[in-house]
C-alpha cells in the first residue's frame, strides 16, 4: 500500500513535469569498428589503424578544412613511457556540400585513421594501455552539433 | 497518515525544483502567437544587452557559433541585411552559444565586420528558450538552433523561424528578406 502511494506520487510528478525541458546524455555520433590492438617487437616501428563508424546520415568535418575557424577532425593518444606515437594520416570517404556558392568538405561513412608507433628496445613485455580521442564537429542535413570527442583506449602489445 | 505526509513533501519539493530550473526560459504561448523569450545577455564589447530595448522594432535573430560553417557562410549577408534595413525599423542580433568572448569577438565580429550587436548565451539557456518544443526532441534544445534564423515583429511575437536546411540552405537570406518585406508592408 505504501509503495503503491509513492508509485502514484511518482506518476503525478513525471505528468506535471511532462513537457519542461529535459537534460538529455549527449549521443555520439561516432563509434569505433573494431577494438584497436597491435603487436610489435620491443625497438620497431609499425603502423596502427584505427577504423570509426559516422553515423548514417552524418558527415563529421575533415583533418584539414578550408577554413581555419572549423573544427577539424583530430586524434589525440596520451603518452606512455618507451612508446612513441606519430602524426596520424585520416583516409575516408568525401562528401562535397556546396550551400550556395560556399563550398564544404566533409568525412562520412568510414574513417581510418593511420599513425606510427614506435617501442623503445628497453620496454618489457607485455600490454600497454594508450587513451585516446578523436575530436569532430558533426552534422546532419537539419543540424549541426557541438563538437565532440569519442574517447577509446588502444592496445599495443609488446613481444 | 505520517507516511502520506513525508511523500507529499518529497514530491512538491521535487516538483518545485524541477520546475524551477526549466520554466525561467520558456517561450510564452499566447493563444497561436509565441512570444519571444525575455533574456538578458552580454555583448563581445561587454555590454548587457536587454530584450526589453526590442520593442517596437521587427528584429532578425541568428543563433550561431564560430565554428558552424553554415552561420559563417551567412555572417557577411547577415550584416547587409543589418545595413539595408536599418533605416526600416529593423534591428540585427546574432546570438552566439557557448562560447568565449575573445573567439566570438575575433571569428565572427571582427572577421566579418559586424556593426550589429553580437550577444554571448554561455550556457545556450536563451537560443534554447527558442526552440519549438516539437523539432528533434531527442536533441540537446540549443544544439538544434545552430544557424536558425527568426524574426521578432514589434510587439514581441516570434513571427519566421527557420531551422538549418543544408539541401535547401539559403545564406543570402533571400528567404528572409521576402518575409521582412512582407511584414513591413502589411504593416
Given at each position: 500500500?505504501?509503495?503503491?502511494?509513492?508509485?502514484k506520487?511518482l506518476?503525478?510528478v513525471i505528468?506535471?513535469?511532462?513537457?519542461h525541458r529535459?537534460?538529455?546524455?549527449q549521443?555520439?555520433?561516432?563509434?569505433?569498428v573494431n577494438?584497436?590492438?597491435?603487436k610489435l617487437v620491443?625497438g620497431?616501428t609499425?603502423?596502427?589503424?584505427?577504423?570509426?563508424?559516422i553515423?548514417?546520415e552524418?558527415?563529421?568535418q575533415?583533418?584539414d578544412p578550408?577554413?581555419?575557424?572549423l573544427?577539424?577532425?583530430q586524434?589525440?593518444?596520451?603518452?606512455?613511457p618507451?612508446?612513441e606515437?606519430?602524426a596520424?594520416?585520416?583516409?575516408?570517404d568525401?562528401?562535397?556540400?556546396?550551400?550556395d556558392?560556399h563550398?564544404?568538405?566533409w568525412?562520412?561513412?568510414?574513417l581510418n585513421?593511420?599513425?606510427p608507433?614506435s617501442?623503445?628496445?628497453?620496454?618489457?613485455?607485455?600490454?600497454?594501455l594508450?587513451?585516446g580521442?578523436?575530436?569532430y564537429?558533426?552534422?546532419?542535413?537539419?543540424?549541426?552539433l557541438?563538437?565532440?570527442?569519442y574517447e577509446?583506449?588502444?592496445s599495443?602489445?609488446?613481444? | 497518515?505520517?507516511n502520506k505526509f513525508r511523500n507529499?513533501?518529497?514530491a512538491g519539493?521535487?516538483l518545485?525544483?524541477?520546475?524551477s530550473?526549466?520554466?525561467a526560459f520558456s517561450?510564452t504561448?499566447?493563444?497561436?502567437?509565441?512570444?519571444?523569450?525575455?533574456?538578458?545577455?552580454s555583448?563581445?564589447s561587454?555590454?548587457?544587452?536587454?530584450?526589453n530595448s526590442?520593442?517596437?522594432?521587427?528584429?532578425?535573430?541568428?543563433?550561431a557559433?564560430t565554428?558552424?560553417?553554415?552561420?559563417?557562410?551567412?555572417a557577411?549577408y547577415?550584416?547587409q541585411l543589418s545595413?539595408d534595413?536599418?533605416?526600416?525599423?529593423?534591428?540585427?542580433?546574432?546570438?552566439?552559444?557557448?562560447?568565449a568572448?575573445d573567439?566570438?569577438?575575433?571569428?565572427?565580429k571582427?572577421?566579418?565586420?559586424?556593426?550589429?550587436?553580437v550577444l554571448?548565451?554561455?550556457?545556450?539557456t536563451?537560443a534554447?528558450?527558442?526552440?519549438?518544443?516539437?523539432?528533434l526532441p531527442e536533441?540537446e534544445?540549443d544544439?538544434i538552433?545552430?544557424?536558425?534564423n527568426?524574426?521578432?515583429?514589434p510587439?514581441?511575437?516570434?513571427?519566421?523561424?527557420?531551422?538549418l536546411d543544408t539541401?535547401n540552405?539559403d545564406?543570402?537570406?533571400?528567404h528572409i528578406?521576402?518575409?521582412l518585406?512582407?511584414?513591413?508592408?502589411?504593416?
Open positions: 500500500m505504501k509503495c503503491f502511494s509513492r508509485i506520487l506518476i503525478i505528468a506535471i513535469t511532462a513537457g529535459v537534460i538529455l546524455a549521443p555520439a555520433f561516432v563509434s569505433q577494438s584497436a590492438s597491435i620491443a620497431t609499425t603502423t596502427a589503424k584505427l577504423n570509426f563508424r553515423s548514417p552524418y558527415h563529421i575533415t583533418n578550408a577554413d581555419e575557424a573544427v577539424p577532425t586524434l589525440f593518444l596520451e603518452s606512455l618507451g612508446i606515437t606519430g596520424p594520416s585520416f583516409e575516408c568525401h562528401l562535397i556540400i556546396n550551400p556558392d563550398n564544404s568538405e568525412f562520412e561513412d568510414i585513421v593511420y599513425f608507433v617501442v623503445s628496445d628497453e620496454l618489457r613485455r607485455g600490454e600497454y594508450i587513451k580521442s578523436l575530436q564537429q558533426a552534422c546532419v542535413d537539419k543540424h549541426c557541438f563538437p565532440r570527442n577509446f583506449v588502444f599495443v602489445l609488446v613481444m | 497518515m505520517k507529499l513533501i518529497i519539493t521535487g518545485i525544483i524541477i520546475m530550473l526549466t520554466a517561450v504561448n499566447a493563444g497561436s502567437e509565441t512570444k519571444m523569450p525575455q533574456f538578458e545577455l555583448s563581445v561587454g555590454k548587457t544587452f536587454n530584450s526590442l520593442a517596437g522594432s521587427y528584429v532578425v535573430i541568428h543563433i557559433t565554428w558552424c560553417p553554415y552561420c559563417r557562410a551567412e557577411p547577415l550584416e545595413q534595413y536599418q533605416n526600416k525599423n529593423v534591428k540585427v542580433l546574432l546570438i552566439d552559444v557557448k562560447e568572448r573567439l566570438v569577438n575575433s571569428k565572427l571582427e572577421e566579418f565586420s559586424l556593426t550589429f550587436p554571448l548565451d554561455e550556457d545556450g536563451v534554447s528558450a527558442f526552440a519549438p518544443a516539437d523539432v536533441m534544445r544544439e538552433m545552430l544557424a536558425a527568426i524574426i521578432i515583429d510587439r514581441g511575437t516570434i513571427r519566421y523561424m527557420s531551422l539541401r540552405f545564406s543570402k537570406l533571400i528578406k521576402k518575409k518585406d512582407e511584414m513591413l508592408l502589411s504593416h
